[in-house]
């Protein structure tokens, strides 16, 4: 058999995600597309394979029929990165922060008195809840990864005035305990990152509603905000997993460097006397006083400092850690509030 020629551009791979209508079926649900995401680079994802290597006794090396393997009691995560486009944001935020489909007019809310997610077997009606994600492959037909019953774990936005104008990037990791399709054809992609106004900018934030911890007016470099909402696969069946169960802590984050001035000179001394069962303050990284579809933003009603330290560049900078925190488990308050 002859060798083939055909060679592929690693940047002609694209990585697809859909919402997902009923678990345990990689079609779309709801009509909808696969949006084609605007990533940097398409990376193997990790399968995972529970694999025996020990050797049996009888022998000193392993031999075949000592080999075992079982794929279906296995997590599968793919994890990606690149620009935050209105879609993509729209899709992702939805389903860490477990909003229904379509019910968070721009703004994805997780509140501080929410309670475990789960969703299973059986289930429908659950775009949004879950994703399908496509490895689409620059071969051809019969050549794309495909990967039902997926939910983000981590999502990370982030901007720096030096990259890109302070255009918003994204890291996000997805995890499915489903069994897998590595031989898959999908045709059905939607127009993908096309338009210059799904682009979001840090330059949009005005001063007076540059706050961290209740200090406004402050001098943005970078920031970077993580939500985290680990999932928990239980029920193994023939298929892989049947439950997934969000019932641990979801946490938000956000690391910003800003410009040493009379500001923020006090935030040493305020992280250092931050009292015990308080806020700190508000943060909020926005255009104005409120969040609103179309413009990116940032809220934290309540957040405390867990670090400050100098960062010596040109000028003096700040590098300061924030974590948002909740109103009380009986409030209907927002932890952490996204706007795009």
Same mark, same amino acid.
């Given at each position: 058999m #002859?060798?083939?020629?055909?060679?592929y551009?690693?940047s002609?791979f *694209?990585?697809?995600?859909?919402e997902q209508?009923? +678990?345990?079926?990689?079609?779309?649900g709801g009509?909808?597309a /696969?949006?084609?995401?605007?990533v940097?680079?398409v990376?193997?994802?990790?399968?995972?394979?529970n694999?025996?290597?020990?050797i049996?006794?009888?022998?000193?090396?392993?031999q075949?029929?000592?080999? &075992?393997q079982?794929?279906k009691g296995?997590v @599968?995560?793919?994890?990606?990165?690149?620009?935050?486009t209105?879609?993509?944001?729209d899709?992702?935020?939805?389903?860490?922060?477990?909003?229904?489909e !379509?019910?968070?007019?721009?703004?994805?809310?997780?509140?501080?008195?929410?309670?475990? *997610?789960?969703?299973?077997?059986?289930?429908?009606?659950?775009? !949004?809840?879950?994703?399908s994600?496509?490895?689409?492959?620059?071969f051809?037909?019969?050549a794309?990864?495909? +990967? @039902?019953?997926c939910?983000?774990?981590?999502?990370?936005?982030?901007?720096?005035?030096?990259t890109?104008?302070?255009?918003?990037?994204?890291?996000?990791?997805? @995890?499915?305990?489903?069994?897998v399709?590595?031989?898959?054809?999908?045709?059905?992609?939607?127009?993908? +990152?096309?338009a #210059?106004?799904?682009?979001?900018l840090?330059?949009?934030?005005?001063?007076? /509603?540059?706050?961290?911890?209740?200090?406004?007016?402050?001098v943005?470099?970078?920031?970077?905000?993580?939500?985290?909402?680990?999932?928990n696969?239980?029920?193994?069946?023939?298929? !892989? /997993?049947?439950?997934?169960?969000?019932?641990?802590?979801f946490?938000?984050t956000?690391?910003?460097?800003?410009?040493?001035?009379?500001? $923020?000179?006090? &935030? &040493?001394?305020?992280?250092?006397? *931050?009292?015990?069962?308080?806020?700190?303050?508000?943060?909020?990284?926005?255009?104005?006083?409120?969040?609103?579809?179309?413009? &990116? !933003?940032i809220?934290?009603?309540?957040?405390?400092m867990?670090?400050?330290?100098?960062?010596?560049q040109?000028?003096?900078m700040?590098d300061?850690s924030i974590?948002?925190?909740?109103?009380?488990?009986g409030?209907?308050?927002?932890?952490?509030?996204?706007? $795009?």
């Amino acid at each position: 058999m #002859a060798i083939s020629t055909a060679a592929y551009s690693a940047s002609a791979f *694209q990585l697809l995600i859909a919402e997902q209508d009923a +678990f345990g079926t990689i079609e779309a649900g709801g009509g909808n597309a /696969y949006h084609a995401l605007d990533v940097d680079s398409v990376s193997s994802p990790s399968l995972n394979p529970n694999q025996g290597l020990d050797i049996r006794s009888g022998s000193r090396v392993l031999q075949a029929t000592d080999f &075992f393997q079982d794929v279906k009691g296995s997590v @599968k995560e793919i994890s990606v990165s690149g620009t935050a486009t209105t879609n993509t944001l729209d899709m992702l935020l939805e389903n860490i922060m477990g909003e229904a489909e !379509g019910s968070a007019s721009g703004v994805y809310s997780f509140l501080s008195n929410a309670s475990a *997610q789960t969703v299973g077997s059986g289930a429908s009606s659950q775009a !949004g809840t879950l994703l399908s994600v496509i490895i689409k492959s620059a071969f051809g037909t019969n050549a794309d990864l495909a +990967f @039902k019953d997926c939910v983000v774990t981590a999502l990370s936005l982030s901007g720096d005035m030096g990259t890109e104008g302070g255009r918003v990037k994204f890291s996000a990791t997805f @995890k499915s305990g489903s069994a897998v399709s590595l031989n898959a054809s999908t045709t059905t992609v939607d127009t993908a +990152f096309t338009a #210059a106004s799904e682009n979001y900018l840090m330059s949009s934030w005005t001063a007076g /509603y540059r706050q961290l911890v209740g200090v406004a007016d402050l001098v943005m470099s970078s920031f970077n905000l993580s939500l985290a909402n680990e999932a928990n696969f239980i029920g193994l069946v023939s298929t !892989g /997993y049947e439950v997934i169960a969000r019932a641990g802590e979801f946490s938000a984050t956000l690391d910003a460097t800003i410009k040493y001035d009379d500001k $923020c000179e006090d &935030f &040493f001394k305020n992280y250092s006397e *931050q009292v015990t069962g308080a806020s700190e303050g508000a943060t909020l990284l926005n255009n104005d006083g409120s969040l609103t579809d179309g413009a &990116f !933003g940032i809220s934290m009603p309540s957040s405390i400092m867990t670090n400050v330290a100098f960062n010596e560049q040109a000028m003096m900078m700040l590098d300061v850690s924030i974590k948002a925190v909740g109103a009380g488990a009986g409030s209907s308050t927002a932890l952490v509030e996204v706007a $795009c």
